[in-house]
T-cell receptor, first 114, second 115 residues
Framework: AQSVTQLGSHVSVSEGALVLLRCNYSSSVPPYLFWYVQYPNQGLQLLLKYTSAATLVKGINGFEAEFKKSETSFHLTKPSAHMSDAAEYFCAVTTKGGSEKLVFGKGMKLTVNP | DAGITQSPRHKVTETGTPVTLRCHQTENHRYMYWYRQDPGHGLRLIHYSYGVKDTDKGEVSDGYSVSRSKTEDFLLTLESATSSQTSVYFC??????????????FGSGTRLTVV
């Protein structure tokens, strides 16, 4: 069965600093990978997705992620953090032929300090 | 979120009482899901539906049942609520099971407290 691992539960950066949120996946077949963002007291919103086209995926709000098969990773980055980026971020995976439904990581809370 | 609404948004109920949460969509998507969100666990799938009257269990289905009598509505029922079911419940919809076109679209959630 597929799974994703988000190590740690919280990351703190300064405004203007690089944001790097790590996600590693486990899958025996090619995966589809997603990043979602959840702002306080809201539902989840799709940031970006990888579905076997370009390995570098650009999403909303200046975020991007790179699929690296050799490292089984799909890390989320943003060059310069903004206060409005403070939220919880979830990595998710689905595969063809398995259960196929989205499986989420445990989430990573991002704090942006002024 | 546009096209998907959950009701109620908040509910406090007593242990042992039945509770029904409703998810309504206007997107005519085939697939609907119920997740629960708990600190340290991320989102875990409770049940999902792949069509009217077609439902299946997720990873944390014990104590929950679902029904889908119309494309647009997906109900989650806690037959006899327990304190361990205190959580935030999210409904999601998608065109495909894998969500490869637009991902899953989530509702705003229902915060359920069982006292």
């Amino acid at each position: 069965a597929q799974s994703v691992t988000q190590l740690g539960s919280h990351v703190s950066v300064s405004e203007g600093a690089l944001v790097l949120l790590r996600c590693n996946y486990s899958s025996s077949v090619p995966p589809y990978l997603f990043w979602y963002v959840q702002y306080p007291n809201q539902g989840l919103q799709l940031l970006l997705k990888y579905t076997s086209a370009a390995t570098l995926v650009k999403g909303i709000n200046g975020f991007e992620a790179e699929f690296k098969k050799s490292e089984t990773s799909f890390h989320l980055t943003k060059p310069s953090a903004h206060m409005s980026d403070a939220a919880e971020y979830f990595c998710a995976v689905t595969t063809k032929g398995g259960s196929e439904k989205l499986v989420f990581g445990k989430g990573m809370k991002l704090t942006v300090n002024p | 979120d546009a096209g998907i609404t959950q009701s109620p948004r908040h509910k406090v109920t007593e242990t042992g009482t039945p509770v029904t949460l409703r998810c309504h969509q206007t997107e005519n998507h085939r697939y609907m899901y119920w997740y629960r969100q708990d600190p340290g666990h991320g989102l875990r799938l409770i049940h999902y539906s792949y069509g009217v009257k077609d439902t299946d269990k997720g990873e944390v289905s014990d104590g929950y049942s679902v029904s889908r009598s119309k494309t647009e509505d997906f109900l989650l029922t806690l037959e006899s609520a327990t304190s361990s079911q205190t959580s935030v419940y999210f409904c999601a919809i998608s065109e495909s099971l894998r969500g490869n076109n637009y991902g899953y679209t989530f509702g705003s959630g229902t915060r359920l407290t069982v006292v």
